[in-house]
C-alpha cells in the first residue's frame, strides 16, 4: 500500500500559456533534485478534462515507501514544488492533501503538514 499527494486547483480561467510554462519548468527543477528517483514516482499532472473544466490543475504522486522519514522528505520536497506552483497560479481555490491529510498554507512558508500527522 502507498501513500500519495493530491493536489488541484480550481479556477473559473484557464492556464495562460505563460503560467503553463512556468510550471513545467518549476516541476522539471524539483524532478531534477528529488532524491528519491528510484523510489518514488515523478511529479504527475493529470491532463485536463473537458467534463471538468474548473480543474486547471490536478494531479497525484506516490511517495517512496521506504521509511517514514523518507516518505516525509519526499513530502516536503513536493510541497515545495507545489508552493512554487502556487506563487504561478495565484488566483485559484487549491486542495492538496496526503491521502486523507489535508496540507495546509501558510502565506509566508507554503505548504505544509499540520502537527496532527
Request: glycine share 6%.
Amino acid at each position: 500500500m502507498g501513500v500519495s499527494l493530491y493536489y488541484s486547483v480550481e479556477r473559473s480561467v484557464p492556464l495562460t500559456n505563460e503560467e503553463d510554462s512556468a510550471i513545467e519548468e518549476t516541476v522539471s527543477k524539483f524532478q531534477q533534485s528529488f532524491e528519491f528517483q528510484d523510489e518514488g514516482e515523478d511529479f504527475c499532472i493529470y491532463e485536463l478534462n473537458s467534463s471538468e473544466p474548473q480543474y486547471i490543475f490536478r494531479g497525484a504522486t506516490k511517495l517512496p515507501m521506504g521509511d517514514v522519514e523518507d516518505m516525509l522528505s519526499a513530502c516536503l520536497h513536493w510541497a515545495a514544488c507545489l508552493t512554487a506552483i502556487r506563487h504561478i497560479i495565484k488566483d485559484g481555490d487549491w486542495s492538496v492533501h496526503l491521502d486523507d491529510h489535508d496540507l495546509l498554507w501558510c502565506d509566508e512558508t507554503g505548504w505544509y503538514l499540520s502537527d496532527e500527522f
